[in-house]
C-alpha cells in the first residue's frame, strides 16, 4: 500500500494523471475537437488528477456541499502543490485564478474553464453550478488530506523516559540512570549516549558530548583561595599538609593482612594477558583476542589497583583497534567536557601527590628570571600553554624584584577546541592572568593563538626587538607529528621557526616515552610506560580520590587509547625519548646550554621536602631528568640557537 508522504504516492499520482490524459484524449474528445484545439492537453491535465486523488484516498464518492461564498484564496493554496507534482507553472495572481467545473449530468462530455477564457461548451452552464462544483472540488481536498493523515505516526516522542515508561528496570540500570542524572545535574556531562560496543563501558563513552559544544565549559576562570593555594608559591606549607594527609588515608586503605604476593602476581597476570592479546589482535585472530579481552574484563577494575585501572584502557584500546572504531572513540574522549575548576582539582591533586609537574614549572619559572635579572620588557611564547597555570608564580616573582616590575607579555598558543568557540579556553587564560599581573601590580600584555602548530607563522608572534624573548614548551611536543608522516612536519616547522626568531633561550620539557611503527612493540613500551604512573598515583592517592579518577578519565585515557587504538594520521600521539630530542634539535640548529647548579639544587630540595622517597630528580648530559622508581618519566633542558 502506498501512503501519503512516501516518494512512491506522488509518482502513482503522475502515471495515473497521465494515463486518464491519454485515455480522454482518445475516448471523450472526438477528431474534430483535437483539430479545433490541438494543444489543449495543459487545460485537460488537472481535473483527472484530482478524480485520480479522490479515488485513491477516499475509495467512495462524497458529495457534500459547501457554503456558496467559500474562499477561493483556500481553494488556490490546496490546489498549488498539485500543479509542483505535475511540473506546472500556477498562476501567479487572482486574476488568472484557475477555476474548474463539472457537469454532472454528462460524464462523457467534459467542460471546463481554464485563465478565465471559456470554451464553447462552457456556453450557458450557470454561475451557481460553478461555485457548487468548486465547492465540492475544495470539499474533497480537504478530506483527502484528513483520510491521509490517518496513515501517519501519531508519536510525536521517540525518546524513552524511564521514570514515566512502565519497562522495568533491573537495579543495575536503576544505578546507571541515577548516576548519570547526577552527574548530568553537576553539569560534568551535556547528555548520555548510546554506547555502540562494550569498549565504551570502561572509558565513560556514554558521558561523551555533542562534537558541536565546546569541550571546555565556558565558565569563567576567577582568582580565588583555591587558586592561590595551589598555583602560588606561598601555597608550599598547604602543600605539605596537603601530602601528609593523602598519605596517612593511603595507608589506611592498605589492609595489614592483604596478601602481598598474591596481589603481584595478579599484576603480573594481566600484564601477560595484555601482551598476549595484543598478539592475537595485530595478528587478526579475532576468536582467541575476544576470549582474551572476556577474560581481561573479568580481571580489570577501573576502581581497583593501579594494574587493573591501566588494563581497562588498554583493553578498551585493544577493543576498539580489533573493531576499527578507535578514531571514533578517541574524538569522543577527547571532546569530553570538562571545567577549569575540574582541571585545577586535578592539578591540585598531581602536584601534592607527585613533584613531577611542579619541579618542570619551578624549573622554567627560574631560568626566566635568571636570564631577563636586568630585563625592563619581556615577551614569553608559550607553545601549548593550556590553561596557563605555570605562569601566576612567574608573575609573583617578578612583583619581588628590587625597583619597578618588568614589562610581562605572554604569548599564549594552543590547538583550537572542538565546537563553535575554538578559542574560548585560551582567552579564559588570559584573563585569569591578567587578573594574577593586576593584584600584583606587574604590567602586563597577553596575545592568545589558537591554531594548528604547522600553520604558525612570524607574524603571529609578534615579536619585538626591544624585548627579551623565551620560547617555552613543556612536555607538548608529544602531540606534533613527526618526520615518519611528513619530511616538513609540524615539528620541524616550528623548531625552524624558533630558529628565525632567534630567542634568548628556548625552555624544552618532554614526556619520555618511546615510539614505534610496530604494534606490537609500542603496546609494550605503552604498557612499561604507563604502568609507572599507574604504580605512582597508587601508591600515593586513595583509590576513589575524585581527583585522581578525573585525571585518568580524562588526561590519562585519550593518549593511552590513541596509541594503541589508532594508526597513521589518526594517531597525534608521538612520543620519544630525551636523547632522541637531542639529536633532533642540535639537527635543527640548536646549542644546548649548561644547567645552572643552584637550580637544580632547588629542584633537587622539593623533590626532598616532604615527598615520596622513590621520587628522583637527577642530571644527566645537560638534561635534568626525573622520574619514580628508576624509570625517567620527564625530561627538561635549555637551547639556544646556534650564531651563524
Not at 471546463?112 to 468548486?134: A, K, V
Not at 619541579?359 to 600553554?385: P, W
Not at 615539528?491 to 604494534?519: A, D, E, Y
Request: glycine letters at 4%; one cysteine or more; hydrophobic letters at 35%.
Amino acid at each position: 500500500m502506498v501512503l501519503p508522504g512516501d516518494d512512491n504516492f506522488f509518482s502513482l499520482i503522475h502515471d495515473e494523471a497521465r494515463t486518464s490524459i491519454d485515455n480522454i484524449n482518445h475516448t471523450n474528445i472526438s477528431q474534430g475537437e483535437h483539430e479545433k484545439y490541438p494543444n489543449n492537453e495543459n487545460e485537460l491535465t488537472l481535473y483527472p488528477t484530482l478524480d485520480c486523488i479522490n479515488r485513491i484516498l477516499l475509495e467512495e464518492d462524497i458529495d457534500v456541499q459547501l457554503s456558496e461564498n467559500q474562499d477561493l484564496a483556500a481553494l488556490s493554496d490546496m490546489e498549488k502543490p498539485f500543479y509542483d507534482i505535475l511540473g506546472e507553472k500556477y498562476p501567479p495572481s487572482q486574476d488568472t485564478q484557475l477555476v474548474l467545473s463539472r457537469k454532472k449530468s454528462n460524464h462523457n462530455s467534459n467542460t471546463f474553464i481554464l485563465n478565465n477564457e471559456i470554451t464553447p461548451s462552457s456556453i450557458g452552464t450557470s454561475s451557481m453550478q460553478d461555485s457548487r462544483s468548486e465547492s465540492v472540488l475544495a470539499n474533497e481536498f480537504l478530506r483527502g488530506v484528513e483520510e491521509g493523515k490517518k496513515f501517519l505516526p501519531t508519536i510525536n516522542n521517540l525518546t524513552i523516559d524511564f521514570q514515566v515508561s512502565k519497562l522495568p528496570l533491573d537495579t543495575a540500570q536503576k544505578k546507571k540512570l541515577s548516576e548519570l542524572e547526577e552527574e548530568n545535574a553537576q553539569g560534568l556531562v551535556d547528555r548520555p549516549k548510546t554506547r555502540k560496543s562494550s569498549s565504551a563501558a570502561d572509558l565513560n563513552i556514554s558521558e561523551g558530548r555533542n562534537n558541536k559544544l565546546s569541550m571546555i565549559s565556558t565558565e569563567e576562570i576567577t582568582r580565588d583561595e583555591m587558586f592561590d593555594k595551589i598555583l602560588l608559591y606561598d601555597g608550599d606549607e598547604y602543600a605539605r599538609e596537603e601530602i601528609a594527609r593523602m598519605r596517612g588515608i593511603r595507608k589506611c586503605e592498605a589492609k595489614p593482612h592483604c596478601n602481598q604476593k598474591k596481589n603481584l602476581e595478579d599484576d603480573i597476570n594481566l600484564e601477560f594477558l595484555l601482551v598476549q592479546c595484543s598478539n592475537a589482535v595485530a595478528l587478526g585472530d579475532r576468536k582467541i583476542a575476544e576470549e582474551l579481552i572476556k577474560e581481561l574484563r573479568k580481571q580489570a577494575s577501573p576502581i581497583g589497583s593501579g594494574t587493573q585501572r591501566l588494563a581497562c584502557i588498554l583493553t578498551d584500546g585493544l577493543q576498539a583497534r580489533m573493531d576499527g572504531t578507535g578514531r571514533e572513540t578517541y574524538r569522543r574522549l577527547v571532546n569530553r567536557q570538562i571545567s577549569t575548576r575540574e582541571i585545577l582539582k586535578v592539578y591540585h591533586m598531581y602536584i601534592t601527590a607527585c613533584p613531577l609537574l611542579k619541579i618542570s614549572y619551578c624549573f622554567a619559572n627560574d631560568y626566566i628570571c635568571k636570564v631577563t635579572e636586568n630585563a625592563s620588557r619581556i615577551h614569553i611564547i608559550d607553545l601549548g600553554i593550556n590553561f596557563g597555570f605555570q605562569w601566576p608564580p612567574l608573575i609573583q616573582a617578578l612583583a619581588k624584584r628590587k625597583g619597578d616590575a618588568p614589562k610581562l607579555r605572554i604569548t599564549g598558543i594552543d590547538l583550537p577546541q572542538p565546537g563553535f568557540r575554538p578559542t574560548e579556553r585560551i582567552k579564559q587564560t588570559g584573563l585569569m592572568l591578567k587578573e594574577y599581573a593586576k593584584s600584583f601590580g606587574v604590567p602586563f600584555e597577553y596575545y592568545s593563538v589558537a591554531t594548528l602548530w604547522e600553520s604558525i607563522s612570524i607574524e603571529d608572534l609578534k615579536v619585538d626587538d626591544e624585548e627579551v624573548l623565551i620560547v617555552t614548551s613543556l612536555h607538548r611536543f608529544k602531540q606534533d607529528r613527526d618526520e615518519t608522516l611528513a619530511k616538513d612536519s609540524s615539528r620541524s616547522h616550528v623548531l625552524n621557526l624558533i630558529m628565525q626568531i632567534k630567542p634568548k633561550i628556548f625552555i624544552l620539557g618532554i614526556f619520555n616515552g618511546s615510539f614505534s611503527p610496530l604494534f606490537t612493540r609500542r603496546f609494550r613500551k605503552v604498557l612499561l610506560q604507563y604502568s609507572m604512573l599507574f604504580d605512582m598515583f597508587d601508591t600515593l592517592v586513595p583509590r576513589d580520590d575524585e581527583g585522581r579518577q578525573l585525571m585518568e578519565r580524562a588526561l590519562l585515557a585519550p593518549p593511552i587509547f590513541n596509541l594503541v587504538a589508532c594508526e597513521g594520521c589518526d594517531q597525534v600521539e608521538r612520543p620519544d625519548t630525551y636523547k632522541g630530542w637531542h639529536d633532533r634539535i642540535s639537527q635543527a640548529g640548536f646549542k644546548q646550554l649548561p644547567l645552572y647548579q643552584d637550580i637544580v639544587k632547588n629542584c633537587n630540595a622539593k623533590v626532598k621536602s616532604g615527598y615520596h622517597k622513590s621520587f628522583f630528580v637527577e642530571e644527566e648530559s645537560d638534561w635534568l631528568i626525573q622520574g619514580w622508581k628508576g624509570r625517567i618519566n620527564y625530561a627538561l633542558s635549555v637551547w639556544k640557537a646556534k650564531l651563524e
